[in-house]
């Protein structure tokens, strides 16, 4: 078997390992990085060069700078300036679509899209509108805007490094701006003018009660004298009940004590907060003698007993409107009680949490977390809570200490949505970190350091000055991503060496032969972009690339524009919820189906390719 069948049988079961999605795309690189070694397509010594090389390094450094710009308080500036746009939906998306191209220009368009998704997301709420109208725009203004620098989006980087590789000479800073923002001003007023329209309107989730339909199952039960439950702790209540009824806060004399903090044993007369619908109640009445309410300690008690039959009512079958009302307003109260926070938050994509249940996650006696509800495409999961397997961009209802609420999410790998606090950075930090940044990129444009020594340099100045703590630095490499170039450029490489390139450019060439350059062009862009919505965008570059280098040779032009082509349209994701990470991320929020995407992307894909072209033949000549 020749090495260029070897390598294209390695390849496609790659793809195909990406697109089942059962494995996380960095071990399906891993793997194929060590397949593509013990047969020989990849020198042993060389196997692990990819994890030095200056696109790695570079994509680490521009994580650890795009932290920073959050931890000074650059990001929290200007979202706090974007919730006074006014009521108008037009308006709304221009500026939250605009704010984030413009930071994914200069930071990761991911960590742009993090920044700016509660603040959407609060938005929406204020106004009463559906966040899903705002989102997907939001998502995909994120990856527009990294069209436009070296540093935006990591397909740009892997495009110049390669290029360096080919000519001795990379791409700089703004080497990709004219084309990208040519690009990016274009799918803005495509989005803007029409394209928003194109969204889905999902009803009912523009807040947490809506979407969670928490005033439902937010009970009060008491610990009475005839109560099996009295002497329990309450791991004997979960043991007994054989099921995870999260118990949030427990409530004896005047003092409330979040759950995870109670290490005592029930007693009569103590109250308990819990996340139960009619199915578990019964279980609490019947195994643990736990009855529903308070006991009453004033002449109100028959208005009190009533309010516990309306609550009930409301979680058996809704109830009226009113009686809901009060009770979605006790419910509140209820979930506020002093230490205790109730957040919303997304799983990322590169979360610990996806495929394991909240039992083997341990939530509670790792995180301190109470796992309230889960929604998943716009709806309330139904089913036991200790049976759900997590997904990316499962938006999850947790209660936890205030303290340590924000560390326990990062560690977990969630997304904060509508309740984070805009805090502003320190001044001094602001000035330190925008200022270590322009003197970077300044090196860059002077040719006094390559990209990814400038950066580096940067980042690690960043941390000497205090402008980001070092535990969060390390928290800001996304591994899997840095796992996947590391792989994955050694195995780009083999296509190269192989003559496996070679031999898909001939074939193309045969093709169109008879066809003018910028027809070859247009077939690159749409095989590029339908790659780069089946598999991570920064793969689908590294395997784009000695292609389109194969087809530069094969019609004697020019390498820029080919390379340019790649590069423009790796960053097209904008069919599927799983092209790039971006999109995941607002698919559990705005409650979006996978149908959803093309609806939008596909209108947009198409602008961005005849505006992108055009543009880079006049920019980039054969």
């Not at 093709?511 to 862009?525: C, H, I, K, Q, R």
Request: with cysteine; hydrophobic share 50%; net charge negative.
């Amino acid at each position: 078997m020749s090495d260029s069948t070897q390598v294209f049988l390695i390849i496609g079961l790659t793809l195909a390992a990406f697109i089942w999605g059962r494995f996380r795309y960095d071990l399906v690189a891993l793997a194929a990085l060590l397949v593509s070694t013990m047969v020989g397509l990849v020198p042993a010594n060389e196997a692990f060069l990819g994890f030095g090389h200056p696109a790695v390094i570079t994509v680490v450094a521009v994580l650890v700078l795009s932290r920073g710009f959050e931890r000074s308080g650059l990001v929290d500036v200007i979202a706090e300036q974007t919730l006074k746009v006014g009521e108008q939906l037009v308006w709304q998306v221009l500026v939250l679509t605009g704010t984030v191209l413009v930071l994914s220009a200069v930071m990761n368009n991911v960590g742009a899209l993090a920044l700016m998704l509660p603040v959407a997301m609060r938005m929406a709420r204020k106004h009463e509108r559906s966040p899903s109208l705002l989102l997907m725009p939001l998502a995909f203004g994120s990856l527009l805007g990294g069209l436009t620098t070296l540093i935006g989006t990591p397909p740009n980087i892997i495009i110049s490094s390669y290029r360096a590789s080919q000519t001795g000479e990379a791409f700089g800073m703004f080497a990709f701006s004219p084309v990208g923002i040519g690009v990016a001003l274009a799918g803005l007023a495509f989005i803007v003018l029409l394209g928003w329209r194109l969204s889905p309107q999902r009803e009912g989730q523009s807040s947490a009660d809506e979407l969670f339909d928490t005033a439902n199952y937010l009970v009060e039960v008491r610990v009475g004298e005839d109560s099996k439950a009295q002497g329990w702790t309450l791991r004997d209540l979960h043991s007994e009940l054989e099921e995870t009824v999260p118990v949030l806060a427990v409530v004896r004399g005047e003092t409330r004590h979040a759950a995870h903090d109670f290490m005592g044993n029930l007693k009569e007369g103590d109250i308990l907060l819990l996340e139960a619908g009619p199915d578990e109640m019964k279980l609490l009445e019947d195994k643990a003698g736990l009855h529903l309410g308070a006991e009453p300690d004033d002449a109100n008690e028959d208005d009190d007993e009533n309010d516990v039959e309306e609550s009930a009512a409301a979680s058996d079958d809704k109830g009226s409107s009113n009686a809901k009302a009060e009770t979605e307003k006790e419910s509140k109260q209820q979930l506020d009680p002093e230490g205790l926070q109730l957040v919303e938050a997304v799983i990322r994509n590169d979360s610990m949490m996806i495929n394991r249940t909240v039992t083997q996650l341990r939530l509670l006696n790792q995180h301190g977390l109470h796992l309230v509800a889960v929604a998943r495409d716009g709806a309330r999961l139904k089913q036991r809570l200790r049976d759900i397997r997590f997904r990316a961009g499962d938006v999850l209802l947790l209660q936890g200490d205030e303290g340590g609420l924000g560390e326990s999410l990062a560690t977990l790998g969630c997304l904060p949505l509508a309740s984070r606090n805009l805090t502003i950075g320190q001044p001094r930090m602001l000035a330190l970190s925008l200022g270590i940044f322009a003197l970077a990129i300044a090196a860059m444009l002077l040719d006094w350091l390559p990209a990814a020594v400038a950066l580096s340099t940067a980042a690690l100045a960043s941390l000497l000055v205090g402008v980001l703590p070092l535990r969060e630095a390390y928290q800001a490499i996304d591994g899997p991503v840095i796992v996947l170039l590391g792989a994955m450029l050694p195995v780009g490489h083999a296509l190269d060496s192989s003559g496996g390139a070679a031999l898909i450019a001939d074939q193309l060439l045969a093709m169109g032969s008879d066809w003018p350059v910028v027809a070859t062009l247009v077939g690159l862009f749409v095989l590029s972009m339908v790659l780069s919505n089946i598999i991570n965008n920064a793969a689908a570059a590294l395997l784009m690339a000695p292609i389109a280098a194969s087809l530069a040779e094969g019609f004697n032009a020019s390498l820029d524009p080919f390379l340019m082509t790649v590069a423009v349209s790796a960053s097209c994701a904008f069919l599927t919820p799983i092209g790039h990470q971006s999109n995941t991320l607002v698919m559990g929020p705005g409650g979006y189906r996978f149908s959803d995407y093309w609806k939008l992307g596909l209108p947009l894909s198409l602008v961005v390719m005849m505006t992108a072209i055009p543009m880079i033949l006049w920019v980039w000549p054969l």
